[in-house]
């Protein structure tokens, strides 16, 4: 049911207008839906109050219960019990199809992407967690998606970490977390980095890119050793990929792309550099390969582009990267464009901003980074002892989800592009905008329906509270947010909305009586809570969360 349309088309047939604005009143007393009759104004040369009062006399349809002229607005006021039965009764059918779609195109969505000479960190989990909801809710409206990653691991930064290794951990291996091992040689490294070593790391460098057997030996020690780490805290997080893209296999692709723009005047040779020439565009110029042959991130990034069109035929390509690369991205799109790929109509960066930590909180395993491993632990520690004070069953199983669902939800309820401070103790909390208040609701909702023990006849009679009302225009609009959430790539709006519902419930469940309700009554209500928590469960997993029966 779309109230909505039927408003609309209501108004259409009623007033031939061709296009309808409906607003939402500030006061439900005012109604669900107003009509503005400005929009009526020039065409019957009166005013918009005497348009309203002569509209109230329309022929309503079995959704709208009354209208009323307000001024120079005509409010309409839904049927409630028409509307809870259609909801409850669509949701109860559908279970977790209720607000999906079927859409047609094919997007891959890359995100984490890390720098293979550090372990992940901070900045990695906010990426993953936002890439992954944003895979997920595009999914859930149709879309064949393609999860993807790009392993960045090779050049500088990887030739820093292989000489650390050399000069403190020779022959060494890991005896802690096979990433943190590695982004240890790293850190070793940079903490005596002198004119003399730089030297040596732009030999290795040079070397791997000549196929050096020795550097190509220890290189490929070190990156195995960094993608066991990774694959170990991904699984903690729930992350996973469909195709995961490697720079030291693409790179040189991107270097003929490069020579083949500058043999068509697309690019220009620059003291020795082949650099994109883009002041003309308001953007700077880019260097695409430096005066001493090897290249860059953005040297790959012109062949990857053009390689994920290739492999799976994608009509959107999204990245997921911080806010910090903005101008990297409006370089790489106005290059793909002069280079007349394709796909530089395809592609989209989907900007987040950075996320920040009270001083002196946690430890940092490099020094200058937040490692994303004793980030896990920490709230997943904090989660366990909160349970152990409410001496609870299933205390580390239920640790992990509670703690993961606080972290992941404390970071999806921001807009993409805001940046945040994010607090482990205010995200654990079981009370307000956290993670853990929204299962604890979904626990509350099923520790009810259990009290009641038998099935419940699918029957909804009249549900006349303002609580009531709440909670069933919610549900209905959820397939609308959901979508609006898909095609914005914006997953706090699906984080407001769950809050929101929880709130509704939690406010209903305080006003009124459900299993001490009379017969027909409580079977009402306990059909619209059980489709209350068919909404939270489904909206957490598509956020990355899991729900509790029980806290």
């Known amino acids: 049911m779309d109230i909505e349309s039927i408003i609309i088309n209501l108004l259409k047939k009623q007033t031939k207008l061709k296009e309808i604005n409906l607003e939402i009143p500030p006061n439900s007393k005012l109604g669900d839906y107003a009509f503005p009759c400005f929009q009526l104004t020039k065409k019957l040369k009166n005013s918009p109050v005497e348009i309203a009062k002569s509209l109230e006399s329309i022929k309503l349809p079995k959704e709208i219960e ?12 839904i049927n409630t019990k028409v509307l809870a039965e259609s909801v409850i009764k669509q949701i109860l059918k559908e279970k977790e199809k209720y607000g999906t779609k079927k859409k047609k195109e094919k997007i891959m969505i890359e995100y984490v992407s890390p720098n293979t000479n550090k372990s992940l960190h901070l900045g990695h989990v906010r990426n993953g967690v936002l890439g992954s909801a944003v895979a997920n809710i595009l999914q859930s409206q149709g879309y064949n998606i393609i999860k993807a990653s790009l392993n960045n691991d090779r050049g500088t930064g990887m030739s820093e970490a292989m000489l650390g290794y050399l000069m403190y951990h020779k022959n060494e291996t890991p005896k802690i977390k096979s990433d943190h091992f590695v982004a240890q040689c790293y850190v070793d490294y940079k903490r005596s980095e002198t004119d003399e070593t730089k030297k040596q790391v732009q030999k290795l460098t040079l070397d791997w890119e000549n196929n050096d057997k020795e550097v190509r030996q220890l290189w490929s020690k070190l990156t195995k050793w960094v993608y066991q780490g990774y694959n170990e805290t991904y699984k903690k997080l729930g992350i996973d990929f469909d195709k995961e893209y490697y720079e030291s296999q693409i790179y040189t692709k991107g270097k003929e792309i490069t020579q083949q723009g500058l043999k068509k005047g697309i690019f220009q040779k620059k003291e020795g550099a082949i650099i994109a020439s883009l002041e003309k565009y308001n953007l700077p110029d880019k260097i695409l390969i430096k005066s001493d042959g090897t290249s860059l991130y953005m040297t790959q990034d012109l062949y990857l582009a053009k390689l994920k069109e290739q492999d799976f ?16 991205f409006k370089q790489l799109f106005k290059i793909l464009e002069l280079l007349d790929f394709k796909v530089a109509k395809k592609s989209y960066h989907l900007s987040y901003g950075l996320v920040n930590l009270p001083s002196g909180r946690m430890k940092s395993r490099e020094g200058n980074v937040i490692d994303a491993d004793d980030l896990i632990e920490e709230v997943i520690s904090l989660a366990r002892q909160e ?12 640790a992990k989800i509670i703690g993961l669902a606080a972290l992941k939800f404390f970071f999806l309820k921001f807009d993409n592009l805001t940046s945040f401070v994010y607090d482990s103790q205010q995200a654990l909390s079981f009370e307000g ?11 509350r909702i099923k520790s009810i329906l259990k009290k009641h023990k038998s099935n419940i006849p699918l029957k909804i009679t009249n549900l006349p509270t303002r609580e009531e009302k709440n909670l069933i225009l919610l549900l209905y609009k959820y397939p609308k947010l959901l979508g609006t959430s898909a095609e914005n790539y914006k997953p706090h709006l699906l984080s407001r909305y769950i809050l929101d519902l929880c709130r509704a419930f939690n406010e209903f469940y305080h006003s009124s009586q459900i299993l001490k309700a009379e017969r027909e009554l409580m079977i009402s209500r306990l059909n619209l809570i059980l489709a209350v928590s068919i909404i939270i469960e489904n909206s957490l997993k598509l956020l990355g969360i899991d729900v509790l029966e029980s806290m």
């Open 387 to 398: 349970l152990i004070k409410r001496k609870g069953k299933d205390i580390e199983k239920k």
């Open 66 to 77: 009354k209208i009323k002229a307000i001024g120079p607005y005509l409010n309409f006021y």
């Open 433 to 443: 905008e956290t993670g853990p208040y929204c299962q604890y609701t979904y626990a």
């Open 313 to 328: 035929n994608i009509n959107r390509s999204i990245y997921v990267v911080a806010s910090e690369q903005d101008l990297h």
